[in-house]
């Protein structure tokens, strides 16, 4: 089983930045394609940025391009997310998650493990 530990939420003043991570101990996390996504209160969840496994290929929402960039470190095992320029509309709980598969996808239920997310909040 798959385990993601998300990290690096916050409370930050809009135009503020923040940088999450996901680390996870599954040594075949190198091999499979991971993303970004979030949730706000009464909303679905969305898709906010994916990556393949290889760092060949990333994908960003529209609402977050400019200012968000994925990235993944295989050595390391880790997933970041860099958000910058943040806006109140950012706010949401953001989970890290792997699809297996080497090639990522927009939709959450391609996921096949997630992270139990971490808050972000941005303040006007």
């Known amino acids: 089983q798959v385990q ?3 990290s690096g939420g916050g409370l930050v003043q809009a ?3 923040l940088r999450l991570s996901c680390a996870t101990s599954e040594r075949t996390f190198s091999s499979y394609a991971m993303g970004w996504f979030r949730q706000a209160p009464g909303k679905e969840r969305e898709f906010v940025a994916a990556i393949s496994w290889n760092s ?4 960003v929402a529209d609402s977050v391009k400019g200012r968000f960039t994925i990235s993944r470190d295989n050595a390391k095992n880790t997933l970041f ?3 910058n320029s943040l806006k109140p509309e950012d706010t949401a ?3 890290c998650a792997v699809r297996r598969h080497t090639y990522y996808s927009l939709r959450p239920g391609a996921y ?3 992270g139990q997310g ?3 909040t ?3």
């Open 4 to 6: 993601l530990v998300e």
């Open 15 to 17: 135009g503020g930045s």
């Open 56 to 59: 060949g290929s990333t994908y």
């Open 81 to 83: 997310l860099q958000m």
């Open 93 to 95: 709980v953001y989970y």
């Open 112 to 114: 096949d493990y997630w």
């Open 118 to 120: 971490t808050q972000v």
């Open 122 to 124: 941005v303040s006007s």
